[in-house]
């Protein structure tokens, strides 16, 4: 029996009589919960009383001057990094690499970034175009648990010589944001000095 690819929005799922075998889906359905449960670590884990706004660590970390933004790129260079381990397209790469750049852009304004960073949540946001490419579902809130449904297999929509490389570029690319205030702190003190 041939497969039958079912196109829906976006997502191309292969509905096949083969399905994943049970190491394959719990693999990718743990990866997904851990990647699920370090989003709402870093965006949503506590509830600000006064306000009923839900924060995370990432902005928190964000304070923490000169070396947040550093700790908020390595956690979301992880997401990356396990997105190229599930194989996932490169529009959902491009995804996750333009809320990372903009998390990044927005942290390196004092103060209003990480105002910024609360509304925003890049990370929980990249978590989310994965599951919505997977069509996985959360079946429990508390310990983030994932499903995947019982009769897809996403289908790779790009080759791994292509994910790699687009993978080291956008991580070299996030360093040399990182590396900018690092810098030009370096240049401000040597001028300062100098004088």
């Known amino acids: 029996m041939q497969p039958k690819t079912i196109v829906k929005g976006k997502h191309e799922i292969v509905v096949s009589d083969h399905l994943l075998s049970p190491i394959e889906r719990e693999k990718i359905e743990r990866s997904l919960s851990r990647l699920s449960k370090l989003a709402t670590l870093l965006d949503d884990q506590f509830e600000l009383p006064v306000i009923k706004k839900r924060i995370g660590l990432d902005p928190i970390i964000g304070l923490i001057p000169g070396g947040g933004d550093w700790i908020s790129w390595v956690i979301s260079t992880y997401i990356i990094w396990e997105a190229l381990r599930l194989k996932v397209p490169i529009r959902v790469l491009f995804g996750i690499g333009r809320n990372i750049t903009t998390d990044f852009l927005v942290g390196y304004v004092p103060g ?34 994932i499903i995947l449904p019982e009769n897809a297999h996403i289908k790779p929509t790009s080759s791994a010589l292509i994910r790699y490389p687009l993978g080291v570029a956008l991580v070299t690319f996030f360093a040399i944001l990182a590396a900018i205030p690092l810098t030009l702190t370096y240049f401000l003190a040597q001028w300062w000095f100098a004088l």
């Open 112 to 145: 209003i970034g990480d105002i910024i960073d609360v509304l925003l949540k890049a990370n929980k946001r990249s978590v989310d175009l994965l599951l919505k490419h997977f069509n996985a579902s959360v079946v429990s809130t508390e310990n983030q648990s």
